[in-house]
């Protein structure tokens, strides 16, 4: 049943390296371990992390793609919470919103809960998903060379962007991320509308 | 991307070719439209429809494929009610029950709620979601040949097979089935079973 | 993780679904659940479905108990959330519903944002018409479960057992 394909790619090297230069982009990440990968990698104002509403990440993001037009919004979430809301795929392939790219760190697995296989690996194929549901510019990273070579697409294609980046099904050690969703709401909304907003 | 053919084939027709020779079927069908159509066709004991549960068609089907494993299931959707499920299909895919069959009638609306249009009229390929998905057997139909075609594959092939069937928009009149759920659960199981 | 060990009950639980007829068992992952799963993973008689989102399972098992399965429902509380309007199908055909739902966001709870789901999990449960029973301490679990079985398969209910933050343990937010 189970895909045994052999992942080399770190999830937190993975992430940092996608955030190195990420200029004025906004980032919204999934529950669970890219909460942690994306705050590890710096604590940005413009972060935004959900550390609850498993399934709600794109939507989140889709919503600030919406408000701030001139801004790249990323999402950085998991298989099994993008899995959990994967209708939202269709409803940003019917709007197109040119300035969202969405980055799925997937290593089969659901990390935060014991590590139980989720759809993945076990034939589902997201980017077919995202491909069906409209999304032009889509992207499956298994390698270094692959990643080094979508970088300036995650930024810079015309959104809605689609990525999944293979990974091992390792979590990384977590860190003390910022989680008061009140702090963290306010400080993104300031840092991306401006003081006051 | 190529020009997408017209739209031609008639809901309530498409569903009586399906039903005409059903024999021992097992019938899901999903709330709104694809319901009605299935009790124009003939009220029957092995019909369950759902009134409500919007989502939950195709899922409904898999657990009925489970317990029924030497049956045939078909569950009959329309694609509004597939979007909101429609991670069930990764769901079917994993478990990859032979039994089932899913039959989308996608008219690209919402059609009990004043024909909004639905993400299908927009780009959004369901049988492309359910191949990606991992459904094996997939495929689109938009003539009477293509139909024909089709009909063996929900009765006959390997599932979960799934079978989106683009449906004009125009109007039909509502048929009404029993809506008492104890009453269709009762019958349902019944003659299935042998018990209640 | 400092999460307690939940083999001891697990054993039991399982054993009571068993006996209890369970054939499908349809779960969205948790923590505290994980044995159980790998149980049903294992067994040779369930049939384990393995779901993205909680709404799915209840589709599910009301197909099962129309083709004549029993089964049961695994989540977390804030699944809860996502089957609402799911329920409505249960409750209008009188399906029996067992779902076994560990608690987050109430003993010991390091995260915020899973405080409001948890804390309304019993209420919403109980607005949309099932019967809740709650586990406190590992050694009522078994037998909590095994009434709850018996009134949702005898007694013809929808019928939820919140087993407690307390007895599933917490997590730590930064390890």
Redesign the interface.
Known sequence: MTQKLKFSLQRRQVVHQILENRGDAAVVTG?GNAVHDVASANDDAKNMY??????GACMVAFGIALAQPGRRILVITGD?EL?????SL??I??EQPKNLSIIVIDNQA?G???N????TG?????????????FKNTALITNKKELQAQIPNIYQKPGPYFAVVKVVSKSSP????P???TYVSRRFRSAVAGEGA | MGIKPKIVLDRRTVVKEILKDRGDLLLVTGLGAPTWDAAAVGDHINNFYLWGAMGGAALTGLGLALAQPNRRILVITGDGEMLMGVGGLATISVKKTPNLAICILDNQRYGETGMQETHTQHGVDLSKMASGAGIKNTSIVYTKNELKKAIPILYEETGPVFVNVKVTDKPVPMTLPPRDGPLLKHRFRENLLGHI | MAVKKKTSWSNAVFKILKENNIKQIAYVPDAGHTSLIQKAIEDNIVNPVSLTSEQEGIAVLSGAWLGGDAGALLLQSSGVGNIINMLGMVNECRFPLLMLVTMRGEWGEFNPWQVPMGQATQVVLEASGVIVHRAEEPQDIAETVEAAAKLAFEGGRMVAVLIGQRVVGFKDWAK
């Open positions: 529950i959900l550390a609850g509403v498993m399934g099994g899995l959990a809301g994967i209708g269709a409803t392939g019917v659901y935060a809960t014991g139980q296989h989720t759809h076990r034939g589902v194929d997201l980017v077919g998903i995202a491909k069906a549901s409209n977590r860190i003390n991320a989680k008061d969703g």
